[in-house]
Structure formats: structure tokens, C-alpha cells
């Protein structure tokens, strides 16, 4: 993560934030709901304080987070106690084993990595049954009129459009995208609580419509595009 622990969790304070919040985890509720969860394990890379890890824990995940940022991880420690496995560590280059959990999730990462591809192929060579990722969309209207010229962090970032993550997913896990999510349709004026931008920034619409996409990819019970990755699909799943 770019920013510094207090700067990051200030934002989810302000009332934009605190809404824009309330529709990530709605989403993150929604795109995890076809997986097991009880007993499975998820690695989130890029955990930064444990905002998301948390509410993965919440949903009966056992949890482990990675971040590049030492005090990113202290602010997620002071969070989670001992409930959750976290380290520091390089998301395109993890010393995890092979198939070494579940699940592995990129949550609003991709756009600030040096290397995006790798760090989807060290997700998908971590994670045995999936990957779910959440990523700024380029053709939202919160880029194009709040982020596109601004001067924040979030603009140096390289966003992606629906388009763009699709492609990226299948180079590097060699699998297709199981299913993808959007909220947040509007700029940013409209994220309130009241009245009818909050009605229509509250539903969740395709992957193409929204700010912030979730897209969930499945490795159990899928054929992989690339036979490189054809040791993640078990025996007799095709």
C-alpha cells in the first residue's frame, strides 16, 4: 500500500468513505458467497491495516496477510491480536509453498505494483482453489471526473479497465474470471447515504458499471486456458 496507515484508515472515516466502505464489504460478501469458507484459508496480499482481512475472517475465513509495509502490518496486528497470521513480504515474490492455501485475494493492489502479472501468477501459484481480486475501474465516472486529473495518490496509480483485468487474469493464471461485481456507478458527490444516489450507489451492477470491481476466479472444477497451470485442476474434474 502507498499510503501511511492513518492517512489510509482516515479516509474510511470521512462520509464518502465510510459509504464507499459499506459497499466494498457488500460486495466482498457477495463474490465470496459461492466459496467454502469454514476451515479454508486466505491469504490477502497487500493486507495493509486489516480492513478487508477482517471482514474475510468475519465471513469463517482463517486468515493470513502479507504487506511490503512495516507499519502497515503493525497497524494490522494492533487490529487482528492473535487471530491472524501476518508478515512482511514482497506480494510478486513470496516464500509461501506451493497450493499453500485456498484462497489468495489482491484487494485494490494491482494498480500500485511494479508488476502486476507476477503478482497474479504468485497468487494463483499459492492459493489451490482461487483467487479473488478487487481493482479501481478506469471507465468508472469516479475516474473520469474525480481521480483523472487530480493530484493524490490515487491517480498516479495504473488503473485497469474490465477489459484489461480480464486479459491480465488469463495470462497469468491461465483461467478465466468465474464471476465479477461493481458498485459506486457514480463520482464520488454521490456517495451518500441518503436519498437517490444512495439507492442507486447502493446495488451492485456488472463489472464495467461501478468504481471498485470484485471479480472471483475458480481453479476447482475449471479447465485452465494454459497447460502450465494444469496441476490445478484435480483428478477427474476435467
Known sequence: MPWEPERYEAWFDTPEGRFALDQEIRLLQNVLAGW???KRKMLEIGCGTGLFLEQMYQMGL???GIDSSSKMIMAARKRFGNRADLHIGNGENMGYSDN???YACIWSVLEFSKDPEAMLVEAARVAEKGLLIGFLNKHSLYYTMDIRKAESTLSKGNWFTW???KDLIKRATGFHPTMARSVLPGPM???KSTGIA???NSKIFPPSVGAFVAVRVDFINMKPMNP???WKTEPGLG
Do not use: H, I, N
Open 189 to 191: 458527490k454521490t456517495w
Open 36 to 38: 467454502p469458507r469454514r
Open 198 to 200: 444512495s439507492m442507486l
Open 228 to 230: 502450465l497451470f494444469a
Open 163 to 165: 477489459c484489461e483485468m
Open 100 to 102: 499453500e492455501f485456498d
Open 62 to 64: 482463517d486468515v493470513t
